[in-house]
């Protein structure tokens, strides 16, 4: 069974950072793609960053060049470091996987079919 869960969310003022964990069991983790997608209440949920199986990342215009996505295999750990966050990135984070899915479409959830139940962020002006 396939398990993600997510920890390191919390609340962090605007321009500060947060490192966000995903722990994937259940299934062979290094040959997946992994992402990370947020929500804020009312807005639809959007990609944040991909990793596909062969390390290829994606990322979404809006955390490009703050924001980096990596993955340990040997401890099927997802993580995302967040830097100089904004109050508008406060929503609830989640981890998802997809099995032949790249980076690109992992962005826009295409075949991305497990999914963790989510870690809030708040960023405070």
């Known amino acids: 069974q396939v398990q993600l869960v997510e920890s390191g969310g919390g609340s962090v003022q605007a321009g500060g950072s947060l490192r966000l964990s995903c722990a994937a069991s259940?299934?062979?983790?290094?040959?997946?793609?992994m992402g990370w997608f947020r929500q804020a209440p009312g807005k639809e949920r959007e990609g944040v960053a991909a990793i596909d199986s062969d390390g290829s990342t994606r990322y979404a215009d809006s955390v490009k060049g703050r924001f980096t996505i990596s993955k340990d295999n040997d401890k099927n750990t997802l993580n995302l470091q967040m830097n100089s966050m904004k109050p508008e990135e406060t929503a609830m984070y989640y981890c998802a996987a997809g099995r032949g899915v790249t980076a690109s479409q992992s962005l826009r959830s295409i075949g991305m079919n497990y999914w963790g139940q989510g870690t809030q962020v708040t960023v405070s002006s």
């Open positions: 259940g299934y062979t983790y290094s040959s997946y793609c």
